[in-house]
Every structure is written in C-alpha cells, then in structure tokens.
Nanobody, 119 residues
C-alpha cells in the first residue's frame, strides 16, 4: 500500500521560505514520478513540480521556476519542495502525489499541507 504524508506547511510572510516534505512508503522504485500540486481556495488544483525518483528529470510550473526546488532523498524515501521568495499567490493546500513513469495519471495522493503567505 502506497502512503504519502506531507509536512512542513505553515504561515510565512511575503519573501519568506518554507520546505515541504513528503514521506513515501510502498513505492520506492526508480521508474516512478513524484509530484507536488497545489490548490488555492476557489481554484482548480495545479501542477507545481515533479521529479523522477531516479532524479534524472525535473519539471516546474512557470509560476514557480527560479523560486521552488524539488528534490528527493532516496535513503529517507522523502521528497522535498523548497519554496523561496514566497508570494501571497502561493497560498494554497500543497499535495504530494506519485505515478508510474509510463502513465500520466497520478494514482496516489497525500492529505495535503496548508501554506499561507501573508502580505
């Protein structure tokens, strides 16, 4: 059974930083993709960043390029999202998710962690 548990959310001022963590169990093979998504109130969930578990391919949404960094620690089975230069528009519930490399649909999701950026 695959389980994803996010942590690290909170309240931060504009320009501040947060690091989100996603502890993964049940899926630790190199041909899986780990992704971060977010959903703001009244908006659809949107892609933020993804990384192949082997670390070979990393992608970011244009809105976070240069500010957010996705990484993973294979020894700890944990994926991170380092968020710098945070803006009020980054306020959202952030979700960690995973999918098989060959499939576009993410099939397992975490419970989400709230990130609030005050102006």
């Amino acid at each position: 059974q695959v389980q994803l548990v996010e942590s690290g959310g909170g309240l931060v001022q504009t320009g501040g930083s947060l690091r989100l963590s996603c502890a993964v169990s049940g899926r630790t093979f190199s041909n899986y993709v780990m992704g971060w998504f977010r959903q703001a109130p009244g908006k659809e969930r949107e892609f933020v960043a993804s990384i192949i578990w082997s670390g070979t391919v990393i992608q970011y949404a244009d809105s976070v390029k240069g500010r957010f960094t996705i990484s993973r620690d294979t020894a700890k089975n944990t994926v991170y999202l380092q968020m710098n230069s945070l803006k009020p528009e980054d306020t959202a519930v952030y979700y960690c998710a995973t999918r098989r490399l060959q499939i576009t649909k993410y099939d397992y999701w975490g419970q989400g962690t709230q990130v609030t950026v005050s102006s």
